[in-house]
């Protein structure tokens, strides 16, 4: 073991250091630094910087949430998908230069497969990603682009995986093809991958193990005063395999995706939400989740079972207590899809023309891309809960949150191929304080 001092400043010159700790690193955690810095003052600027012998790391900025009570406006980005090989990271620098208060990533922070044909931007190193050895070398790999490293050193992150930091639409402990992989391989694969995220990600708590379980705890709630609160959801550690068909992007309906057992979430922590769904001080509710929740129908009564369309029943209980009058301006964020949309949450699955109860932002990919969108495409006449649609394009969402509304901006990249490229405001949506659903 060896020690890293960490130093956090009230000025970008690190000038006035308010902590100066040392940290102790080990080889068992990939010589990581977790450092909680406490008693910082609530809803302001800091910035840190980490060293080592001679070196010294770039500084990074952070902003702590407004006190309890404080009703202060609010910038928030939000991401997912960053295939390396299929674009570069023009969005992540676009975000750096917002300077958000906060930025939230919703998984497929990495993907797990071997190097890809010549077309490619840029090559994974290795081979699938299976052991700790293959994930660690992964993450370095992705963490060493300097537009992914800007928007760290830009704002505080929170931040919970998708399937592909683990395995291609695996579901608590079933992996994508069970056929080719043992329960107790992929058991050790998952400890693996949660193991390296943990290691290489600004995330708290460590990875559990427990006989052959694992589990890295990121779901939680996160207030930034009066104005937001954060229900951060982990919908792949605890759900229940995919029903009905694997069929991709759609598969034919089956009473099995309406099953009231079927569990995205898991019990414990659909418990955990429970009375948090019930009550809040925010005046914007915000859940941050993986995949798609407003029911997207494709052509011949099809849905997509690894969305919330495969787990109908718990989602309808959500949609409940989202419902209630009482609860205040619900948002949904999800990622996974690539492709970028906003939906009106409609009060009747059935109807999708009927009153929303909550809006659904779906971020466009910062980089993977969308070869199902023409599928997405023939679907949208029946879709009309849908309010935008950001075709095959890269990007994310900028949110900005206040006293009369919230304001979403699609930023969209011209040319994923250029880490250069322009990145420009394809929509605004917004949604109205006290109202449902996007304003028109
Ligand atoms: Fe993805
Ligand atoms: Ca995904």
Redesign the pocket.
């Known amino acids: 073991e060896t020690q890293v001092r960490g130093r956090v400043g009230r000025d970008e010159a690190m000038r006035d250091a308010v902590v100066d700790a040392r940290v102790t690193v080990t080889a068992e955690e990939g010589h990581s630094v977790h450092y909680v810095a406490e008693q910082l003052a609530p809803g302001r600027d800091y910035w840190y910087q980490f060293y080592y012998g001679e070196e010294a790391s770039p500084v990074g900025r952070t902003r702590t949430a407004p006190a309890r009570g404080d009703d202060v406006p609010l910038r928030m980005a939000f991401a997912s ?1 960053q295939h390396l090989e299929t674009g570069h990271y023009a969005a992540f620098r676009d975000m750096a230069e917002q300077r958000p208060d906060l930025i939230i990533h919703l ?2 922070y990495i993907y797990e497969y071997g190097p890809g044909g010549a077309d490619r931007v840029r090559q994974h190193q290795g081979a699938e990603t299976r052991t700790l050895w293959d994930y660690r070398t992964r993450y370095a790999q992705y963490r060493l682009d300097p537009h992914l490293q800007s928007a760290h050193a830009a704002a505080p992150w929170l931040m919970v995986p ?3 930091e683990v395995d291609n639409n695996w579901a608590g402990y079933t992996p994508e093809d069970p056929d080719r992989q043992t329960d107790l391989e992929f058991r050790v694969r998952r400890w693996a991958a949660l193991k390296a995220y943990y290691e290489h990600m600004p995330v708290e708590r460590p990875p559990q193990l427990s006989g052959l379980n694992s589990e890295l705890r990121l779901y939680d709630s996160y207030s930034f005063g009066r104005q937001l609160r954060v229900l951060l959801m982990d919908t792949r550690q605890y759900r229940d395999d995919q029903v009905c068909s694997q069929a991709f992007p759609s598969a034919p309906h089956c009473e099995a995706r309406l099953d009231p057992r079927l569990n995205k979430l898991g019990s414990a922590q659909e418990q955990f939400f429970q009375p948090l769904l019930s009550s809040s001080e925010a005046r914007w509710n915000v859940l941050a989740q ?1 995949t798609w929740f407003t029911s997207f129908r494709y052509p011949g009564n099809e849905y997509n079972m690894d969305q919330w369309d495969g787990y109908g029943a718990q989602r309808q209980r959500i949609k409940e207590k989202l419902a209630a009058p009482e609860f205040s301006n619900p948002v949904v964020l999800s990622g ?1 899809w690539h492709c970028g949309a906003a939906m009106n949450v409609p009060r009747d699955e059935t109807d999708p023309q009927s009153e929303p109860i909550a809006a659904e932002l779906a971020t466009a990919s910062i980089s993977s891309e969308c070869p199902w969108s023409a599928a997405v495409a023939r679907a949208l006449p029946e879709n009309p809960q849908l309010q935008y649609w950001s075709d095959n394009r890269r990007g994310y969402v900028l949110c900005e949150f206040s006293a009369e509304r919230m304001q979403a901006d699609y930023r969209l990249v011209d040319s994923p191929r250029d880490p250069a490229s322009a990145v420009a405001v394809d929509r605004r949506l917004e949604v109205t304080a006290g109202r449902r659903g996007f304003a028109s």
């Open positions: 998908c998984g497929d998708d399937d592909h993986q996974d």
